[in-house]
């Protein structure tokens, strides 16, 4: 449970272990802060989904010395492959793991969240995370930023960092409860064993499906995308489909295989027949969100979903998370005990790039629901980032 009042100079309190907070309590540990991290689950684990790890993050975890245990738990897709839905005939084939390091200085890999979210947890020690800690807001209280959890107690620090997810309790209490819209649009999540992907698909089987590929099916209704994780031998689907039904906004409601291709109903074969291996399936609605204008209250800011909850469609949620630890920690460092100015400094380095993907991601949720869809929006500025990069200092105001 959370330790009572205890302050300490130099201590950086961060609620929410998930991929951002853990990736936050990583970079600030590398700059000498000190750090205590905080989970409302009683056990620290992620969901089986994939995550894609685009060279922007990648760049991120070089840094922070771990992107040799990510090569050793992901994988780097060969091309990306798009097919039609119904007789997945070729839309197009681009290469990826033959250009994505050569333009962007770094690959872009695809992995199991537990995977990312275990690296990540193995690059902390055990003594400054806290489980069953369930956080229900943070303020400032004379000079010192204060969390409070649901069992009366509360942890003091320097900064607290808000990085506890989309239904975040602090971005509720410090700006109010938000205003999520039902894009009318849901998606199941499942994976399926390598073996169980068909090789040769398309009209007289004229398309191959090379071992290593990320590759999707874009239709009027929806869209699925798939990609390789871990050692290959894997593959993780993320199917989209149009609903007017509401579907909660969470990654755990359990669904069923036969809900799954009930909604794919007259879609192409070799799809069908994979999704009649999958063993457990998920779902959750999409929802849009406007850019938050301001992430910080006095000592108490926010990061990650908590701070931008975007849509998915850019597959950049986690991603940005990372690069949000980096940059908080780098400013936190840069400005000692000046902790107004560092939270200042990192918000004002985050908030365009963030609220950017979050629009982006809203455009291209509508261009996939377009027939045919367009060519994808471009994401080379999304990847050509490099978060490691130094900032030019901003003057005190």
């Not at 750090?35 to 991120?60: C, F, H, M």
């Not at 593959?235 to 809900?259: C, K, M, P, Y």
């Not at 799809?271 to 209250?297: C, N, S, Y």
């Not at 975007?310 to 460092?333: F, H, K, S, W």
Request: proline share 6%.
């Amino acid at each position: 449970m959370p330790e009572q009042r205890a302050h300490r100079s130099g201590r950086i309190v961060i609620i929410g272990a998930g991929i951002g907070g853990l990736a936050a309590a990583v970079a600030l540990r590398q700059r000498g802060l000190e750090v205590q991290l905080y989970e409302r689950s009683a056990r620290l684990e992620e969901v089986g989904a994939g995550i894609q790890v685009g060279p922007n993050a990648v760049k991120v975890l070089r840094a922070l010395g771990l992107e040799d245990e990510l090569r050793r738990n992901a994988f780097e897709p060969t091309n990306m492959v798009s097919l039609k839905w119904d007789d997945a005939s070729l839309r197009h084939r681009e290469p990826l793991k033959a250009t994505a390091a050569a333009t962007y200085g770094a690959p872009y890999m695809t992995a199991h969240r537990a995977e990312l979210h275990g690296l990540l947890r193995a690059a902390l020690p055990e003594r400054i995370i806290h489980l069953g800690a369930n956080c229900v807001g943070a303020a400032t209280v004379n000079g010192t930023a204060v969390a409070r959890f649901a069992d009366g107690s509360d942890v003091e620090g320097d900064a607290v960092i808000g990085a506890d997810g989309i239904r975040s309790a602090i971005r509720a209490q410090l700006f109010g409860a938000d205003q999520p819209r039902f894009t009318e649009m849901m998606c199941w999540r499942a994976m399926v064993p390598m073996a169980c992907v068909p090789t040769r698909i398309g009209p007289a089987r004229s398309v191959k499906l090379e071992h290593g590929e990320y590759f999707g099916w874009i239709g009027p209704n929806g869209h699925v995308i798939c990609y390789p994780i871990g050692n290959g031998d894997t593959l993780n689907i993320f199917a989209g489909h149009v609903t007017d039904q509401w579907v909660e906004e969470s990654w755990s409601v359990a669904s069923s295989r036969d809900e799954l291709l009930a909604a794919y109903e007259g879609w192409n074969e070799a799809l069908l027949g994979m999704f009649r291996h999958v063993a457990h399936v998920f779902k959750w609605g999409i929802h849009d969100r406007d850019p938050l204008p301001e992430w910080t209250q006095g000592r108490v800011t926010l990061l990650g979903d908590a701070a931008h909850p975007t849509m998915p469609t850019l597959a950049q949620g986690g991603n940005m998370a990372i690069e949000d630890g980096y940059v908080l920690a780098r400013n936190l460092a840069r400005h000692g005990g000046d902790i107004a100015t560092a939270l200042q400094a990192y918000v004002a380095e985050r908030q365009p790039r963030t609220s950017r993907i979050t629009l982006q991601s809203r455009q291209q949720f509508a261009n996939n629901r377009k027939v045919p869809p367009p060519p994808f929006l471009d994401r080379s500025w999304i990847f050509a980032f490099d978060a490691t990069r130094e900032a030019p200092a901003r003057a005190s105001a």
